[in-house]
């Protein structure tokens, strides 16, 4: 089964800061990329994903993701943060099966 | 409105009891999972279903069981023979299977359990 590296357990940044979470995974196969959110006393929502195709994925509110198979990496970007975006970020890699990592808190100080 | 409704959003039980936790979705999905969140581990899948009346085990499965006896439910029962209960339960759903056919995953509100 594949495994779920995120980087950053915590991220601290002023609005309009650009950003980067960094996602890698483990998993020799193809896979289907996915990065959730969760803001604070919210459902966990899908932010973007990939399967196929362009590996520059953009998603809702501004973000967008890049897909690079030979670092086994799939970060997510965002050019300005806001305050709104301030929440739990999930990646997740569907290989064999589905793997989710542990999670990066992104707090955006106003 | 089209979702997931997990109850309670809070549950307090004794060490020793055993807790079912509801899961309800309206969205027609054949595919539903727990999941279990702990801070600094994400989310970790206990059970899975793929049609009624067939589930899998997770990734840690033991002490938890399931049941799948309509589409639209899918309770899981936390028992006494689970070590560390105490956590952030999570139900999902998803019109296809997530292993074969690639959709994303669809979450409920998820029900804080605390077991003293």
């Known amino acids: 089964a594949q495994s779920v590296s995120q980087h950053n357990h915590h991220v601290i940044l002023s609005e309009a800061a650009s950003l980067e979470l960094g996602c890698n995974y483990s998993?020799?196969?193809?896979?289907?990329l996915f990065w959730y959110v969760q803001y604070p006393g919210q459902h966990l929502q899908l932010l973007l994903k990939?399967?196929?195709?362009?590996?520059l994925v953009k998603g809702i509110k501004g973000f967008e993701a890049e897909f690079i198979k030979s670092k086994f990496s799939f970060n997510l970007r965002k050019p300005s943060v806001q305050w709104s975006d301030t929440a739990e970020y999930f990646c997740?890699?569907?290989?064999?099966?589905?793997?989710f990592g542990a999670g990066t808190r992104l707090t955006v100080k106003p | 409105d089209g979702g997931i409704t997990q109850s309670p959003k809070y549950l307090f039980r004794k060490e020793g009891q055993n807790v079912t936790l509801s899961c309800e979705q309206n969205?027609?999905?054949?595919?539903m999972y727990w999941y279990r969140q702990d801070p600094g581990q994400g989310l970790r899948l206990i059970y899975y279903?793929?049609?009624?009346?067939?589930?899998q085990k997770g990734d840690i499965a033991e002490g938890y069981s399931v049941s799948r006896e309509k589409k639209e439910s899918f309770p899981l029962t936390v028992t006494s023979a689970q070590k560390n209960p105490t956590a952030f339960y999570l139900c999902?759903?998803?019109?296809?299977?997530?292993?074969?056919?690639?959709?994303?995953?669809?979450f409920g509100p998820g029900t804080r359990l605390t077991v003293t």
């Open positions: 990939y399967f196929s195709g362009d590996p």
């Open positions: 998993y020799g196969g193809t896979v289907n």
């Open positions: 969205l027609n999905h054949d595919a």
């Open positions: 999902a759903s998803s019109i296809y299977p997530a292993w074969t056919i690639i959709h994303e995953q669809y």
């Open positions: 279903s793929q049609i009624v009346n067939d589930f």
């Open positions: 997740a890699v569907r290989g064999n099966d589905m793997r």
